[in-house]
Protein backbone atom coordinates (compact mmCIF):
# COMPACT_ATOMS: atom_id res chain seq x y z
CA UNK A 1 0.00 0.00 0.00
CA UNK A 2 1.37 3.13 -1.14
CA UNK A 3 1.51 6.18 1.37
CA UNK A 4 0.67 9.98 1.52
CA UNK A 5 2.72 12.36 4.09
CA UNK A 6 1.23 15.44 5.36
CA UNK A 7 2.93 17.67 7.39
CA UNK A 8 0.61 18.79 10.70
CA UNK A 9 0.78 22.31 12.52
CA UNK A 10 2.46 21.14 15.77
CA UNK A 11 5.07 19.48 12.76
CA UNK A 12 4.55 15.97 12.99
CA UNK A 13 3.82 13.73 9.79
CA UNK A 14 1.14 11.87 9.23
CA UNK A 15 0.96 8.93 7.34
CA UNK A 16 -2.15 8.68 4.86
CA UNK A 17 -2.99 5.55 2.69
CA UNK A 18 -3.39 6.87 -0.60
CA UNK A 19 -6.67 6.23 -2.66
CA UNK A 20 -7.49 6.97 -6.00
CA UNK A 21 -5.57 9.69 -8.38
CA UNK A 22 -7.93 11.73 -10.26
CA UNK A 23 -6.08 13.78 -12.70
CA UNK A 24 -7.27 16.79 -15.16
CA UNK A 25 -5.80 17.40 -18.44
CA UNK A 26 -5.93 20.80 -20.10
CA UNK A 27 -6.78 22.60 -17.09
CA UNK A 28 -4.14 25.61 -18.34
CA UNK A 29 -5.41 27.91 -21.45
CA UNK A 30 -1.92 27.83 -22.18
CA UNK A 31 -0.94 24.12 -21.94
CA UNK A 32 -4.44 23.21 -24.13
CA UNK A 33 -2.67 25.59 -26.85
CA UNK A 34 0.80 23.88 -26.86
CA UNK A 35 -1.09 20.76 -26.90
CA UNK A 36 -2.95 21.99 -30.44
CA UNK A 37 -6.07 21.35 -28.67
CA UNK A 38 -9.05 23.43 -27.61
CA UNK A 39 -9.47 24.85 -24.52
CA UNK A 40 -12.24 22.69 -22.55
CA UNK A 41 -15.87 23.26 -21.65
CA UNK A 42 -15.89 20.94 -18.61
CA UNK A 43 -13.11 19.41 -16.89
CA UNK A 44 -10.75 16.57 -18.99
CA UNK A 45 -10.43 13.71 -16.22
CA UNK A 46 -8.38 10.54 -16.19
CA UNK A 47 -7.55 8.58 -13.41
CA UNK A 48 -4.17 6.69 -12.57
CA UNK A 49 -3.64 3.48 -10.55
CA UNK A 50 -1.96 3.54 -6.67
CA UNK A 51 0.72 1.84 -8.56
CA UNK A 52 1.56 5.04 -10.82
CA UNK A 53 3.00 6.29 -7.20
CA UNK A 54 6.69 5.82 -7.59
CA UNK A 55 8.28 4.77 -4.59
CA UNK A 56 10.18 7.91 -2.53
CA UNK A 57 13.62 7.42 -3.98
CA UNK A 58 11.22 9.20 -7.07
CA UNK A 59 13.47 7.14 -9.47
CA UNK A 60 11.07 7.17 -12.99
CA UNK A 61 11.62 4.34 -15.22
CA UNK A 62 10.70 4.79 -18.67
CA UNK A 63 8.57 1.49 -20.37
CA UNK A 64 9.94 0.16 -23.57
CA UNK A 65 7.24 0.84 -25.21
CA UNK A 66 7.93 4.58 -25.50
CA UNK A 67 10.60 6.89 -25.98
CA UNK A 68 8.85 10.19 -25.49
CA UNK A 69 8.79 10.76 -21.32
CA UNK A 70 6.97 14.24 -20.96
CA UNK A 71 6.94 16.07 -17.45
CA UNK A 72 4.16 17.78 -15.84
CA UNK A 73 4.05 19.85 -12.90
CA UNK A 74 1.02 20.20 -11.02
CA UNK A 75 -0.75 21.29 -7.66
CA UNK A 76 -1.92 18.37 -5.86
CA UNK A 77 -5.30 18.26 -3.75
CA UNK A 78 -5.47 15.65 -0.71
CA UNK A 79 -9.08 14.86 0.12
CA UNK A 80 -9.34 14.50 3.89
CA UNK A 81 -13.53 13.32 4.31
CA UNK A 82 -15.75 11.02 2.41
CA UNK A 83 -18.39 12.68 0.51
CA UNK A 84 -20.69 12.50 -2.51
CA UNK A 85 -22.69 15.32 -4.36
CA UNK A 86 -20.53 18.37 -2.91
CA UNK A 87 -21.23 21.35 -3.52
CA UNK A 88 -18.87 24.29 -4.42
CA UNK A 89 -19.40 26.08 -1.11
CA UNK A 90 -18.50 23.35 0.86
CA UNK A 91 -16.04 21.79 -1.20
CA UNK A 92 -13.37 23.08 1.15
CA UNK A 93 -14.57 20.76 3.92
CA UNK A 94 -13.40 17.70 2.41
CA UNK A 95 -9.79 19.27 1.36
CA UNK A 96 -6.62 17.97 4.24
CA UNK A 97 -4.19 19.57 2.38
CA UNK A 98 -2.14 20.63 -0.88
CA UNK A 99 1.14 19.68 -2.66
CA UNK A 100 3.29 19.34 -5.76
CA UNK A 101 3.25 16.50 -7.87
CA UNK A 102 4.50 15.29 -11.32
CA UNK A 103 2.27 13.70 -13.94
CA UNK A 104 4.66 11.74 -16.21
CA UNK A 105 3.16 11.45 -19.41
CA UNK A 106 4.54 8.72 -22.22
CA UNK A 107 3.72 11.45 -24.99
CA UNK A 108 4.11 9.04 -27.98
CA UNK A 109 2.08 6.39 -27.28
CA UNK A 110 -0.94 9.32 -25.92
CA UNK A 111 -0.55 10.75 -29.03
CA UNK A 112 -1.60 6.73 -30.82
CA UNK A 113 -4.41 7.04 -28.25
CA UNK A 114 -5.64 10.09 -29.25
CA UNK A 115 -5.42 9.53 -32.77
CA UNK A 116 -7.00 6.25 -32.25
CA UNK A 117 -9.88 7.59 -30.28
CA UNK A 118 -8.46 5.10 -27.38
CA UNK A 119 -8.08 6.13 -23.60
CA UNK A 120 -4.81 7.61 -22.06
CA UNK A 121 -4.19 4.68 -19.22
CA UNK A 122 -1.21 3.39 -20.38
CA UNK A 123 0.21 6.93 -21.65
CA UNK A 124 -0.83 8.17 -17.74
CA UNK A 125 -0.93 4.99 -15.74
CA UNK A 126 2.39 3.29 -16.13
CA UNK A 127 4.35 2.53 -13.02
CA UNK A 128 6.36 5.66 -11.50
CA UNK A 129 3.86 8.31 -13.44
CA UNK A 130 2.55 9.55 -10.32
CA UNK A 131 5.46 11.94 -8.13
CA UNK A 132 4.66 14.03 -4.95
CA UNK A 133 6.58 15.19 -1.89
CA UNK A 134 5.26 16.11 1.56
CA UNK A 135 1.54 17.95 1.60
CA UNK A 136 0.98 20.74 4.01
CA UNK A 137 -2.24 21.47 6.11
CA UNK A 138 -4.64 23.24 4.25
CA UNK A 139 -4.87 26.07 6.89
CA UNK A 140 -1.13 26.64 6.14
CA UNK A 141 -2.10 28.22 2.35
CA UNK A 142 -3.92 31.42 2.60
CA UNK A 143 -5.06 31.09 -1.34
CA UNK A 144 -4.54 27.76 -3.17
CA UNK A 145 -5.50 29.41 -6.56
CA UNK A 146 -2.42 32.07 -6.60
CA UNK A 147 0.77 30.05 -5.90
CA UNK A 148 3.87 30.16 -8.21
CA UNK A 149 4.01 26.47 -9.62
CA UNK A 150 7.49 26.00 -11.25
CA UNK A 151 9.68 22.90 -12.76
CA UNK A 152 13.47 22.68 -13.44
CA UNK A 153 15.32 19.98 -14.99
CA UNK A 154 19.03 19.39 -14.22
CA UNK A 155 18.49 23.07 -12.66
CA UNK A 156 17.23 24.59 -16.11
CA UNK A 157 13.54 26.02 -15.70
CA UNK A 158 11.48 24.17 -17.59
CA UNK A 159 7.51 25.10 -16.17
CA UNK A 160 6.69 28.22 -14.56
CA UNK A 161 3.27 29.58 -13.80
CA UNK A 162 1.26 30.29 -11.22
CA UNK A 163 -2.46 27.98 -10.07
CA UNK A 164 -4.58 31.03 -10.46
CA UNK A 165 -4.59 30.53 -14.33
CA UNK A 166 -6.36 27.20 -13.90
CA UNK A 167 -9.24 26.67 -15.97
CA UNK A 168 -11.55 24.77 -13.67
CA UNK A 169 -11.11 25.88 -9.82
CA UNK A 170 -10.33 23.73 -7.05
CA UNK A 171 -13.72 24.19 -5.37
CA UNK A 172 -15.72 23.67 -8.62
CA UNK A 173 -13.62 21.06 -9.81
CA UNK A 174 -14.17 18.71 -5.99
CA UNK A 175 -17.78 19.44 -6.51
CA UNK A 176 -17.73 18.20 -10.11
CA UNK A 177 -15.88 15.19 -9.21
CA UNK A 178 -17.87 14.59 -6.24
CA UNK A 179 -21.13 13.90 -8.37
CA UNK A 180 -19.15 10.99 -10.59
CA UNK A 181 -17.08 9.78 -8.23
CA UNK A 182 -17.26 9.21 -4.05
CA UNK A 183 -14.19 10.75 -2.51
CA UNK A 184 -12.84 9.46 0.30
CA UNK A 185 -9.96 10.30 2.38
CA UNK A 186 -6.27 9.81 0.77
CA UNK A 187 -7.67 10.72 -2.47
CA UNK A 188 -5.82 13.07 -4.76
CA UNK A 189 -6.62 15.30 -7.15
CA UNK A 190 -3.59 16.14 -9.60
CA UNK A 191 -5.16 19.90 -10.71
CA UNK A 192 -3.44 20.17 -14.65
CA UNK A 193 -0.34 21.71 -15.60
CA UNK A 194 1.10 24.66 -17.25
CA UNK A 195 2.46 25.48 -20.42
CA UNK A 196 6.49 24.44 -20.80
CA UNK A 197 6.14 20.12 -20.73
CA UNK A 198 8.87 18.76 -22.50
CA UNK A 199 10.72 15.39 -22.96
CA UNK A 200 13.06 14.30 -20.32
CA UNK A 201 15.42 11.97 -20.92
CA UNK A 202 17.51 8.77 -18.45
CA UNK A 203 20.28 10.87 -16.30
CA UNK A 204 17.78 14.02 -15.92
CA UNK A 205 16.97 15.20 -12.26
CA UNK A 206 13.71 16.80 -12.05
CA UNK A 207 12.30 19.15 -9.00
CA UNK A 208 8.78 21.06 -8.70
CA UNK A 209 7.94 23.52 -6.39
CA UNK A 210 5.22 25.55 -5.59
CA UNK A 211 5.46 28.74 -3.65
CA UNK A 212 8.36 26.91 -0.96
CA UNK A 213 5.24 25.28 0.18
CA UNK A 214 6.18 21.43 -1.08
CA UNK A 215 8.73 19.89 -3.24
CA UNK A 216 8.96 17.16 -5.45
CA UNK A 217 12.13 15.67 -6.36
CA UNK A 218 12.83 12.80 -9.19
CA UNK A 219 15.53 11.54 -11.38
CA UNK A 220 15.01 9.23 -14.85
CA UNK A 221 16.72 6.08 -13.94
Known sequence: MKSIFLKKNDLKIEEIPVGKILCLGKNYSEHAKEMGGDVPKSPIVFLKPSTAIADKDGKIEIPSISNELHHEVELVILIGKKGKNISKSDSQNYISGYGVGLDMTLRDQQSIAKKEGNPWTIAKGFDTSAIFGTFIEKEKVSN?????????????????????????????????????????PGD???????????????GDSLVGTISGLSEVRAFVK
Open 144 to 184: PENLDIQLTVNGIVKQKSNTSFMIFKINYTISFLSKIFTLE
Open 188 to 202: LIFMGTPEGVGRVIS
